[in-house]
């Protein structure tokens, strides 16, 4: 759950959809939950342990553990958005199509997912086959 937290969370703070919310597995069963207080969002399991939080900054956001130790980055390019460890090693890119539709792809720069927006605000994942990963609303 960890891939799928960063990754609708990452959705969630680069669209500004909302500043709370609960994230779900592909079944619909709730795996925890967001919320925003000013340039950080702090993701919560599902009984309210606190598991991570993003920071936005100048050039794009960086994320840390729930012991606030620095586990990576996110930078903004001309096409949409780079990822790093703590390293600084790129570890994957994320794409925004016209249609709204976010691709995923490793460090390889396979497509490893897909994330799409419906007109009720959720956001599902999906990941290189089509199969639903998980969804945040």
Same mark, same amino acid.
């Given at each position: 759950?960890?891939?799928?937290?960063?990754?609708?969370?990452?959705?969630?703070?680069?669209?500004?959809?909302?500043?709370?919310?609960?994230?779900?597995?592909?079944?619909?069963?709730?795996?925890?939950?967001?919320?925003?207080?000013?340039?950080?969002?702090?993701?919560?399991?599902?009984?309210?342990?606190?598991?991570?939080?993003?920071?936005?900054?100048?050039?794009?956001?960086?994320?840390?553990?729930?012991?606030?130790?620095?586990?990576?980055? %996110?930078?903004?390019?001309?096409?949409? +958005?780079?990822?790093?460890?703590?390293?600084?090693?790129?570890?994957?890119?994320?794409?925004?199509?016209?249609?709204?539709?976010?691709?995923?792809?490793?460090?390889?720069?396979?497509?490893?997912?897909?994330?799409?927006?419906?007109?009720?605000?959720?956001?599902?994942?999906?990941?290189? +086959?089509?199969?639903? %990963?998980?969804? +945040?609303?």
């Amino acid at each position: 759950m960890k891939k799928l937290f960063s990754l609708l969370i990452l959705f969630f703070l680069l669209t500004s959809i909302a500043f709370a919310g609960n994230t779900y597995d592909k079944y619909g069963s709730k795996t925890g939950s967001y919320k925003t207080n000013g340039s950080t969002t702090t993701h919560y399991d599902a009984y309210g342990r606190k598991t991570g939080t993003i920071k936005s900054t100048s050039s794009g956001y960086n994320t840390y553990n729930e012991y606030g130790s620095k586990t990576g980055s %996110v930078k903004q390019t001309s096409s949409g +958005y780079n990822s790093y460890d703590q390293y600084g090693r790129k570890t994957g890119s994320y794409k925004t199509g016209s249609n709204g539709t976010t691709t995923i792809y490793d460090s390889y720069g396979r497509k490893t997912g897909t994330l799409k927006t419906d007109s009720s605000g959720r956001t599902t994942q999906y990941d290189a +086959y089509g199969r639903k %990963v998980g969804s +945040y609303k």
